[in-house]
């Protein structure tokens, strides 16, 4: 990575549920979901769909049931438009993990972390259709079990950037992502992982002034990322490339 972008993202600040981070893409507007994910917290209204899920001192433990036959999937019920959204997780063994934005009836976006890969894709709206999952960054990277990372996914207009822990970020963009996002949530694959301090902001539907200069450093620091093994979903399909936008 490039000591330009380190410059531009060291700028972001611990996360707090009270306070927004500083942005890339974003301008955080008004607090929207707030849950530390501990025990004794119940701050927002879980769907959980499948696995197994537990408060804790530290955060919400969610691992796969085998008896799912899927991995395991929960979900705030709200609507987004433009927003930022931030969480810190830890991965206790899981195979994979993700921040999943859906529509109201399909999948339109992710964040997946495993333990030698970070992805960011748009995801396959349709299933049997024409559309498929445009994989925008793909880096192999280290994630050590145990340890706590942050991750920071904005989506303004056609456009989603996520950033780990203030170091490594990746975009794309795509005419899905115009239209009204619903149900954030987590996935899991295996066993297990632990979420905390998921919070998400509301923005405002003009990107920063500075977005240009920053996609421009990001777009450099992707190509010169290193490449994780491609695992399923990733055909490409029509999208605008991160880096041409």
Known sequence: MSLRLLALLALVSPLGAADAPVTLLAQPDKEIVSDALTKDVQAADWKIAKGKWERTAEGIRVEEVPADMHGAA???????????????????????????????????????????????????????GPEKSIIFLNQAQAFA???????????????????????????????????????????????????????????????????????????????????AAKGKGAAKGKGKAAAAK
């Open 74 to 128: 929960g979900r705030v019920p709200v609507k987004l438009q433009d927003f930022v959204a931030a969480f810190e997780f830890r991965l206790d063994g899981a195979k994979s993990i993700s921040l999943s934005i859906n529509d109201a009836k399909e999948h339109v976006a992710r964040v997946m972390i495993t333990p030698t890969s970070l992805r960011v894709q748009k995801d396959d709206h349709d299933h049997d």
């Open 145 to 227: 079990a145990g340890t706590w990372h942050r991750v920071v996914l904005e989506m303004v207009g056609d456009t989603m950037v996520a950033t780990i822990d203030g170091k490594i970020s990746g975009f794309g963009s795509d005419d899905l992502f115009k239209a009204e996002k619903a149900n954030p949530g987590f996935t899991c694959a295996g066993q297990s992982a632990t979420f905390r301090n998921f919070v998400i902001w509301s923005a405002k539907a003009e990107p920063k002034a500075s977005w240009s200069e920053a996609r421009g450093k990001i777009a450099e620091a992707m190509k010169a990322a290193p490449t």
